[in-house]
């Protein structure tokens, strides 16, 4: 009896840790940039010190990133940027490590770095972005941000740098606790002229929201069926009990 209880079990524990994941997609769902994660079972057999597998787990996990590429709306506004092509802006995380992300809710910080709507430093050819004071900021489709210095024509246009661009192998990727996708430790992109920008504009979430609701509610019922297989373990024990008393 034990066996159907805790394969019930163990099946209703990774319902719930897909339900987590879908969860934090939907909430997800208007993150400017923001990649949807995959979610996979498996099943698991369980071995003894000897002999042949007792019996089957179901085990859920990340099975990935979803990188095909979300919406794309104007904003008009100069440090908006949306990646036209694959790829993505390096920044650095909190750490000082290099990481990847493709939301473009470019801003200004205090000091005049150029971040993203995150807090993270956008990284240029020489580290993070500097822009002075300015009448105006534009931002290539190649990356390079130039500025109007302070009482100059429109006409003058001074370079500040380049966003660093990169096109890493998306199989490599992995989406940290910060929401950035990262490479392994010590490794970083190398910068790829081929990816291409679009100002005034943002990425969404590539989230499918209504796809995300219906396997809500796929979940749900997957973890009411485990449950129900659960108390049905139980009331056959206890009717074993019983039979065993009565003998």
């Known amino acids: 009896m ?16 897909a339900q987590t994941m879908n969860s934090h997609n939907l909430a997800n769902a208007s993150t400017t940039g923001f990649r949807q994660d995959l979610a996979a079972a498996r ?6 010190a000897e002999g042949l597998p007792s019996r089957v787990y179901a085990l859920a996990e990340r099975a990935g990133i979803d990188q095909r590429p979300g919406p794309i709306t104007t904003t008009g506004r100069d440090l908006d940027v949306a990646l036209a092509t694959e790829g993505f802006l390096a920044v650095r995380d909190a ?8 939301a473009g809710d470019l801003k200004l910080d205090v000091n005049g ?13 020489a580290g993070p972005i500097a822009i002075p004071p300015a009448e105006a900021i534009e931002v290539a489709a190649d990356g390079t941000v130039s500025i109007r210095p302070l009482g100059q024509s429109a006409a003058t246009l001074a370079v500040i740098d380049r966003i660093r661009l990169v096109r890493p192998d998306p199989a490599r990727l992995y ?8 490479l392994d430790a ?6 790829d002229a081929g990816v291409r920008l679009a100002s005034g504009a943002l990425e ?13 509610i796929d979940l749900a019922r997957q973890y009411e069926t485990q449950v ?8 056959n024990e206890r009717a074993t009990d019983r039979l065993i008393g009565l003998s």
């Not at 969404?204 to 809500?216: D, K």
């Not at 129900?228 to 009331?235: P, R, Y």
């Open 43 to 48: 099943s698991v057999p369980v071995f003894a």
């Open 228 to 235: 129900k297989l659960m108390s049905a373990a139980a009331d």
């Open 186 to 191: 010590g490794v970083t992109a190398a910068p």
């Open 204 to 216: 969404g979430a590539n989230v499918n929201v209504p796809a995300a609701l219906v396997q809500m």
């Open 95 to 102: 750490a000082g490590n290099e990481a990847y992300t493709r």
């Open 175 to 182: 989406k940290g606790n910060d929401g950035l996708l990262h």
């Open 113 to 125: 770095q150029l971040t993203t709507g995150a807090g993270h430093p956008v990284l240029g050819d």
């Open 2 to 17: 034990d066996r159907m209880l805790y394969v019930a079990m163990a099946g209703a524990r990774q319902t719930l840790t």
